[in-house]
């Protein structure tokens, strides 16, 4: 199929959500600075949060371009190199966590940056993204081959040792269940769409579930968290700490009320509300921008993944749209979930806010997804239906073009 005109909502909606991302840094940037100084001695200039936001965000919106302008196929067929790459550098930050390594950056026990001349970078986001791309690859390939996916020996252990391996080092070895969230939503939601019965799926999500009981179990801060969400801990300080966290955060949204306190008049963003600029940066923009600065903020996210989801629908090669189905999931598990971590929905978890929180890595990977999506929309179709005739013309034509035709979508 000829490439035609992508949906260019996807770039417009994707670079104002960075924007607010900068807004917020910029203003919240100096206060954050501050505070570190103060409370560890470090030597961060009023700018720097700022400077390393906007830096990101360049280098983020070249990734996105890069992965617009590559050839969707040859993106796709590096798919098992990409995933063999990811899962390489989880287990050489593995080896350096083990081995007191200087290359791994550790915080609270957990290991899950490299540190290299004063850059931070986290695999686990690359391999979100590479995940995605592999499983599109091979639920393609079997479903060509025909039979029920789910009985084929070699699809089933491609599938569990992928997906097995990621939780492996993302969940245990790196103990970050708020990235390992994300992973599990992409294998689940491919695996849904692809169309297999509802008993089997339902039967995977039960093991999904008791797996991740025991997850929880085992660890005891996330046991802790937990027991802090139901009202109870055995451990005071723990609880003291993630309780503290959650009562900042709506105390933020609170103050907020509204319309909002106005942009540089946060209080909790002064050292108050731990992650300010990370994971918490939703609880400061409902402080900043009130009740009605927030209904923006999701129209705007809901608007990116309605055009998301849209791509899929209308993408004529399966493949393609199994690889839309998976950024649609990590998108929207990495928003859900931090916005009723922050609201004290759900126990607390870490993770950030797509193209809004702090930290390059999440940024670049999350942009290169939806450059790869953007691209994508270039390819989409629909069965027209002339109004006067009710008969369907067999002609391929851009999802985006009206022509005064009712549309039916292609199945």
Same mark, same amino acid.
């Given at each position: 199929?000829?490439?035609?005109?992508?949906?260019?909502?996807?770039?417009?909606?994707?670079?104002?959500?960075?924007?607010?991302?900068?807004?917020?840094?910029?203003?919240?940037?100096?206060?954050?600075?501050?505070?570190?100084?103060?409370?560890?001695?470090?030597?961060?200039?009023?700018?720097?949060?700022?400077?390393?936001? +906007?830096?990101?965000?360049?280098?983020?919106?070249?990734?996105?371009?890069? @992965?617009?302008?590559?050839?969707?196929?040859?993106?796709?067929?590096?798919?098992?190199?990409?995933?063999?790459?990811?899962?390489?550098?989880?287990?050489?930050?593995?080896?350096?966590?083990?081995? &007191?390594?200087?290359?791994?950056?550790?915080?609270?026990?957990?290991?899950?940056?490299?540190?290299?001349?004063?850059?931070?970078?986290?695999?686990?986001?690359?391999?979100?993204?590479?995940?995605?791309?592999?499983?599109?690859?091979?639920?393609?390939?079997?479903?060509?081959?025909?039979? *029920?996916?789910?009985?084929?020996?070699?699809?089933?252990? #491609?599938?569990?040792?992928?997906?097995?391996?990621?939780?492996?080092?993302?969940?245990?070895?790196?103990?970050?269940?708020?990235?390992?969230?994300?992973?599990?939503?992409?294998?689940?939601?491919?695996?849904?769409?692809?169309?297999?019965?509802?008993?089997?799926?339902?039967?995977?999500?039960?093991?999904?579930?008791?797996?991740?009981?025991?997850?929880?179990?085992?660890?005891?801060? #996330? #046991? *802790?968290?937990?027991?802090?969400?139901?009202?109870?801990?055995?451990?005071?300080?723990?609880?003291?700490?993630?309780?503290?966290?959650?009562? &900042?955060?709506?105390?933020?949204?609170?103050?907020?009320?509204?319309?909002?306190?106005?942009?540089?008049?946060?209080?909790?963003?002064?050292?108050? +509300?731990?992650?300010?600029?990370?994971?918490?940066?939703?609880?400061?923009?409902?402080?900043?921008?009130?009740?009605?600065?927030?209904?923006?903020?999701?129209?705007?996210?809901?608007?990116?993944?309605?055009?998301?989801?849209?791509?899929?629908?209308?993408?004529?090669?399966?493949?393609?749209?199994?690889?839309?189905?998976?950024? @649609?999931?990590?998108? !929207?598990?990495?928003?859900?979930?931090?916005? !009723?971590?922050?609201?004290?929905?759900?126990?607390?978890?870490?993770?950030?806010?797509?193209?809004?929180?702090?930290?390059?890595?999440?940024?670049?990977?999350?942009?290169?997804?939806?450059? +790869?999506?953007?691209?994508?929309?270039?390819?989409?179709?629909?069965?027209?239906?002339?109004? &006067?005739?009710?008969?369907? *013309?067999?002609?391929?034509?851009? #999802?985006? *073009?009206? &022509?005064?035709?009712?549309?039916?979508?292609?199945?």
């Amino acid at each position: 199929m000829r490439k035609h005109k992508g949906d260019v909502s996807i770039i417009v909606l994707t670079v104002i959500l960075m924007i607010v991302g900068l807004l917020v840094m910029y203003t919240i940037g100096p206060t954050r600075a501050n505070f570190l100084n103060a409370t560890y001695g470090s030597n961060y200039s009023d700018s720097y949060f700022f400077l390393h936001q +906007l830096l990101s965000v360049g280098l983020a919106l070249g990734v996105f371009y890069l @992965f617009n302008k590559i050839e969707y196929q040859r993106i796709v067929k590096y798919a098992k190199a990409a995933l063999i790459i990811s899962l390489g550098l989880c287990a050489i930050l593995a080896v350096a966590q083990f081995t &007191n390594l200087p290359i791994a950056r550790c915080e609270l026990g957990a290991c899950r940056w490299f540190s290299i001349m004063g850059i931070s970078v986290q695999p686990a986001e690359f391999l979100k993204f590479s995940i995605i791309l592999y499983l599109a690859t091979i639920f393609s390939k079997y479903k060509a081959e025909g039979g *029920e996916l789910l009985k084929n020996m070699k699809f089933l252990t #491609r599938y569990v040792l992928s997906v097995g391996l990621s939780l492996l080092f993302v969940v245990v070895i790196q103990k970050d269940l708020g990235s390992g969230l994300p992973i599990i939503t992409i294998a689940l939601s491919i695996l849904f769409v692809s169309g297999v019965s509802v008993k089997s799926f339902l039967l995977i999500v039960l093991a999904v579930l008791i797996l991740g009981v025991g997850a929880i179990m085992t660890s005891g801060h #996330r #046991r *802790e968290r937990l027991f802090t969400y139901l009202g109870f801990s055995v451990n005071e300080e723990e609880e003291d700490g993630d309780a503290y966290h959650i009562e &900042n955060a709506l105390i933020a949204i609170g103050t907020g009320g509204l319309f909002g306190v106005g942009i540089g008049n946060s209080v909790q963003a002064t050292g108050y +509300l731990p992650e300010s600029i990370n994971d918490s940066v939703f609880a400061i923009l409902g402080e900043m921008f009130g009740f009605v600065g927030l209904v923006a903020l999701l129209f705007l996210f809901a608007w990116l993944l309605f055009r998301v989801l849209k791509v899929s629908d209308y993408s004529r090669d399966f493949q393609n749209s199994l690889i839309v189905v998976g950024v @649609f999931a990590w998108i !929207m598990t990495h928003l859900v979930v931090n916005i !009723m971590s922050m609201t004290g929905i759900t126990p607390l978890t870490g993770i950030t806010l797509p193209l809004l929180s702090y930290g390059g890595t999440s940024m670049m990977a999350v942009a290169g997804a939806l450059g +790869l999506v953007y691209q994508l929309s270039g390819y989409t179709s629909r069965e027209v239906v002339i109004d &006067n005739e009710r008969e369907p *013309e067999k002609t391929t034509v851009s #999802r985006f *073009e009206t &022509n005064n035709y009712t549309y039916r979508r292609r199945r």
